[in-house]
């Protein structure tokens, strides 16, 4: 059995109270959930040590929304792979279209970012998909190449091992509007069969997210998709009678 990968993106959301409120219901419940689900959660920076104390022994994991590409030196206001690595986060969402629209990354850089997470043995959750633009001129699978491609350049064939993609297509993102299962199946099939391409042994282990306005209303929908092996949740994970059941509509796929 595959278990569900399944990532809390808070973005830039939570204090203090909420988040331990969050994390004590959360840990009263998760026990049901953690034979069917790997679980990250990802909070914003500043409260990522206090969610690991928080988490540790129960088997969840953190990540990082991002991390900048030197390692250390004069670079005001960046967070550094080592300083990740210190505090136990184990997961870094690479590419995320709020990165990507915000902050002006682009492919190349979000590749640099792949190589250093990989470099020192932690993993990256590679967010890809296309705009709206981009997919009414049916330009997703183009669009898809680019960023797979420009990885499999810098890193070989065996990029893809250890690594987490998330296909987010970014019109789905914060709108409501999740993608229909059948289409992000469609990606799916067609990302693994990319890949494996390249890299006959990955495609077992290679795991790909949807993501974009997943909530426990749609989440089965996705979950049910042979290629769909997780979910990286925005804003539904910010609560967590919806988080947990998100986890608990995954667990009964499973456990079928
Ligand atoms: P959303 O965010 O679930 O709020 O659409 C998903 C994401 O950006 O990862």
Known sequence: MKKKFIVANWKLNGNIE???NFLKCLKSKISLYLKYNTIVIAPSTIYLERVYRNIK?????????????????????ET?????????????????????????????????????????????????????????????????KNQLDIIFENFGEKAFINTIIAYEPIWAIGTGMAADPIYVQSIHKFIKNYINQYNTNNLENLIIQYGGSVNSKNAKGFLEQPDIDG??????????????????????????
Do not use: W
């Open 231 to 256: 979910l990286l949740i925005g804003s539904a994970s910010l609560i967590y009678e919806e988080f947990l059941k998100i986890l608990k509509i995954s667990s009964d796929i499973l456990y079928k």
């Open 80 to 144: 550094s792979i080592l300083m990740l690595q210190d505090i136990g986060v184990q997961y870094v969402i690479i590419g995320h279209s709020e990165r990507r629209l915000f902050h002006n990354e682009s492919n190349e850089l979000v590749a640099k970012k792949f190589g250093l997470i990989k470099s020192l043995n932690l993993i990256p959750i590679l967010c890809i998909g296309e705009n709206e633009i981009e997919k009414k001129q049916n330009n997703t699978k183009k669009v898809i």
């Open 18 to 20: 909420t988040i331990s």
């Open 57 to 77: 022994d129960i088997n969840i994991f953190i990540g990082a929304q991002d991390v900048d590409i030197n390692q250390k030196g004069a670079f005001t206001g």
